[in-house]
C-alpha cells in the first residue's frame, strides 16, 4: 500500500505558487520522498526528491518538515502546462539506490488562466 | 536526461492471444526494471520487480503465469501477456532504475484486446 496521502484536487491561478501538500506519517529513517507527475496518456516525469533537506531545482521546490511525517512540493510560478495529476511517493524498501515506487491516489492539479 | 522507450506504444489484440512488450534503457543500464498497469482515471499499480538475469518478483495479486516478464540484459525487459482478455486491457508502463538509483519512465504501452 502507499505510504502516502494527498488531496485528490486542486485548483490554482496561472503565475501564482501551487503548493501541493502530502502526509507520509509512517515513512522510515532511510525512506525517500519523491514527486511525479502525469500528463494524460503519458508516462509520470520525474520533478524532485528529498530525504529530510528541502530541495530545489528548476522545476519545483520540497518542503520537509522537520519529523519528516509530511511534505509540500512548491511549483513557484504554475502555467497552464503544468496541469497533471502529482504524484507524492516515498520509496520503499532500497534508500535512494534501491527500493520501489508504490503509486497512491496522487492530486489533480488544475492551472486556470 | 537519460531516456527509456517502450514498444509498441500502441497494440490491438483478439481475444486470446498473447502480446509481447518491450522496455529499453537507451543511454544507460538499468540493473532493475519495474512494470506498473493504470487504468483509467486510476493511479498506477505495481505489477512486478525485474533485476537483470534473475527471475522477476511479483506483487501480490498479480498473476507470474499471466504476466511473464523477462529481463535478458540490462538494457532490456519484455511484459507478455498471455492468452490476453478485455479484462487485460490497460495502460502499461515501465521504468528503469540507473546503477545509481534514479529512476526513469517510458512512456507506456497501451494494450486493448478485442
Known amino acids: 500500500d502507499a505510504k502516502t496521502t494527498q488531496p485528490p484536487s486542486m485548483d490554482c491561478a496561472e503565475g501564482r505558487a501551487a503548493n501541493l501538500p502530502c502526509n507520509h506519517s509512517?515513512?522510515?529513517?532511510?525512506?525517500?520522498v519523491y514527486w511525479y507527475r502525469q500528463i494524460h496518456s503519458q508516462g509520470p516525469q520525474y520533478i524532485i526528491h528529498?530525504?529530510?533537506n528541502n530541495e530545489t531545482n528548476e522545476m519545483a521546490s520540497l518542503i520537509i518538515t522537520e519529523d519528516r511525517k509530511s511534505s509540500t512540493l512548491i511549483l513557484p510560478h504554475a502555467t497552464l502546462r503544468d496541469t497533471a495529476v502529482y504524484y507524492c511517493?516515498?520509496?520503499?524498501?532500497?534508500?535512494?539506490?534501491?527500493?520501489?515506487?508504490?503509486f497512491g491516489q496522487g492530486t489533480e492539479l488544475s492551472v486556470k488562466p | 536526461g537519460a531516456v527509456v522507450s517502450q514498444h509498441p506504444s500502441r497494440v490491438i489484440c483478439k481475444s486470446g492471444t498473447s502480446v509481447k512488450i518491450e522496455c529499453r534503457s537507451l543511454?544507460?543500464?538499468?540493473?532493475?526494471m519495474f512494470w506498473y498497469r493504470q487504468f483509467p482515471k486510476q493511479s498506477l499499480m505495481l505489477m512486478a520487480t525485474?533485476?537483470?538475469?534473475?527471475?522477476?518478483?511479483?506483487e501480490q495479486g498479480v498473476e507470474k503465469d499471466k504476466f511473464l516478464i523477462n529481463h535478458a540484459s540490462l538494457t532490456l525487459s519484455t511484459l507478455t501477456v498471455t492468452s490476453a482478455h478485455p479484462e487485460d486491457s490497460s495502460f502499461y508502463i515501465c521504468?528503469?532504475?540507473?546503477?545509481?538509483?534514479?529512476?526513469?519512465f517510458g512512456e507506456g504501452s497501451r494494450l486493448t484486446v478485442l
Open positions: 528529498g530525504l529530510k
Open positions: 509512517t515513512i522510515s529513517g532511510n525512506e525517500y
Open positions: 543511454d544507460f543500464q538499468a540493473t532493475t
Open positions: 511517493i516515498v520509496r520503499v524498501g532500497g534508500g535512494n539506490q534501491g527500493g520501489k515506487l508504490i
Open positions: 525485474s533485476n537483470e538475469g534473475s527471475k522477476a518478483t511479483y
Open positions: 521504468s528503469a532504475s540507473s546503477v545509481t538509483g534514479e529512476l526513469f
